[in-house]
């Protein structure tokens, strides 16, 4: 089993930043990454980004070159630092647990309670 606790959500203006974290608890052998993903009012849940247990990062087009993935081994935590925030950035964030074959990311049912980030213009 694994949990999975997201904080950092709130107000930000348009440009401005904010750094979500991913507190992670339990083992699974079936796990090698976390990533995080975003879900917008109407809109379905979108991929932002993961990395491995290694260390090895993927992003979506959308956010690459703001938004920068990391993980504190020692921690047990995985961060999200998004800079340059737009307000279309506005969301619910949440981290999931998962695996990475090749170039793919799999989510598991590992999921957390998800944190709110809004973006005003």
């Known amino acids: 089993q694994v949990q999975l606790v997201e904080s950092g959500g709130g107000l930000v203006q348009a440009g401005g930043s904010l750094r979500l974290s991913c507190a992670a608890s339990g083992t699974t052998s079936s796990i090698n990454a976390i990533a995080w993903y975003r879900q917008a009012p109407g809109k379905q849940r979108e991929f932002i980004a993961r990395i491995t247990y290694g260390g090895t990062t993927k992003y979506a087009d959308s956010v690459k070159g703001r938004f920068t993935i990391s993980r504190d081994n020692a921690k047990n935590t995985v961060y999200l630092q998004m800079n340059s925030l737009r307000p279309e950035d506005t969301a619910a964030y949440y981290c999931?647990?998962?695996?990475?074959?090749?170039?793919?990311?799999?989510?598991?049912?590992?999921w957390g309670q998800g944190t709110q980030v809004t973006v005003s213009s």
């Open positions: 999931n647990a998962g695996i990475v074959r090749g170039s793919f990311y799999f989510p598991s049912n590992y």
